[in-house]
């Protein structure tokens, strides 16, 4: 009896689909994913691709043998073609493991929903695989690139190490854009009359000259000292001192009419 169970266990499973391609569409989320399968015989058996099985897995390395034992269950890994959308990082480890596997992975972008269909991730899924095999098996041209399946290549020693930095590089000119932009609000209600001067307020010298004198009484009560030491002759601070008449007959209109729209510079004035 030994015997027997030690030589069914070396057994191998014999694949439903031997001469197909097997065509496998993942619904990415946080902690678990959908797959749904689909191919040729699958789909005369099921009449329609929403009725092919899917499998539900967890992120994690036991999810993905467990998404790997069942495609075995069908077709050899090398006919097996999968899908995945391209959704934040969240797809990365799914898409490393099936690519060290030496499986054909492809991505394509998020799709919109339909107007009125329900959410559900088994029709993602299945919907993502259905596109595939259409693409792929059928030979369907799409008009729109956004729902254009990509193969994914396996990154380079060199482009692997390169990501972490791209991707700190990316952060750092984001946080800049909204320093940047957030300097540029500061000036459009404190200091509007500095862009006839500055094409750019956020310019090194326009800096300089709005931490002098960052509202217009400021500039209009004070002249700048050290104006000739600025090692930044490119806007000299003359340019500024030149536009003290209409500042000033700008800072007067305020104090007339007192604009709602000015309310910071309204409290400076009465400072």
């Known amino acids: 009896m030994a015997r027997k169970l030690t030589a069914r266990a070396d057994l191998t499973p014999v694949p439903l689909l031997p001469h197909e391609t097997l065509y496998v569409g993942v619904d990415i989320d946080k902690l678990k994913h ?61 898409e490393q493991y099936l690519l060290e596997l030496d499986i054909t992975v ?10 009125g269909m329900l959410k559900t991730d088994k029709r993602d899924a299945l919907g993502l695989a259905n596109t595939l095999y259409t693409q792929l098996a059928l030979g369907a041209q799409v008009a729109d690139k956004m729902q254009l399946v990509r193969r994914a290549v396996p990154p380079t020693k060199a ?17 800049a854009t909204q320093y940047r932009n957030k300097l540029t609000a500061i000036c459009d209600e404190l200091f509007p009359e500095l862009v006839q001067v500055f094409h750019d307020p956020n310019l090194l010298t326009a ?16 002249q700048p000292r050290g104006a000739a030491r600025c090692p930044y002759q ?8 030149a536009s003290v008449a209409a500042t000033r007959q ?13 309310p910071r510079v309204r409290a400076r004035l009465a400072g």
């Open 34 to 94: 959908v797959a749904g399968f689909l191919s040729r015989t699958l789909l005369q058996r099921h009449e329609r691709f929403e009725g092919c099985p899917t499998l539900t897995f967890e992120q994690s390395r036991e999810g993905f043998r467990a998404l790997v034992d069942r495609i075995r269950e069908y077709v050899p890994l090398e006919q097996v073609q999968v899908l995945l959308e391209h959704t934040g990082h969240y797809h990365r480890l799914l």
């Open 106 to 115: 492809y991505r394509i972008y998020v799709q919109k929903r339909a107007v």
């Open 159 to 175: 482009a692997a190490q390169l990501q972490g930095v791209m991707r700190h590089r990316y952060e750092l000119s984001h946080t």
């Open 207 to 222: 800096l300089l000259l709005r931490e002098q004198f960052p509202t217009p009484p400021c500039y209009c009560h004070r």
């Open 234 to 241: 490119r806007v000299p601070y003359r340019c500024a001192i």
């Open 250 to 262: 700008r800072n007067d209109w305020y104090q007339r009419c007192g604009s709602p729209a000015r």
